[in-house]
């Protein structure tokens, strides 16, 4: 098995921030953080374990939108 990564859900919706706002998106919201931002509204204490591979086979059915965000979590703690 390869490296895994903490996911806490995978989800089909609109970006609700930046330059693309209103744009259909398929979010990958990755689970951990050591800063808790008081603003923050991810469950980091629930989680799946996923491969690069079952990340892709997640997003699949999204894929027609052309628009994949990672989110959630720090990012430099996921590398």
């Not at 490296?3 to 609700?16: A, C, D």
């Not at 693309?20 to 990755?30: D, K, M, Q, S």
Request: hydrophobic residues 40%; aromatic residues 12%.
């Amino acid at each position: 098995m390869g490296k895994t990564y903490r996911i806490n859900n995978i989800f089909y919706s609109l970006q609700g921030e930046g330059r693309h706002t209103g744009r259909a998106a398929v979010f990958i919201r990755f689970s951990g953080c050591n800063l808790r931002c008081p603003f923050c509204d991810t469950d980091f204490d629930s989680f799946r374990l996923m491969t690069a591979d079952e990340i892709i086979d997640a997003i699949v059915p999204w894929l027609h939108c052309g628009f994949v965000v990672l989110t959630g979590g720090e990012p430099s703690l996921h590398s």
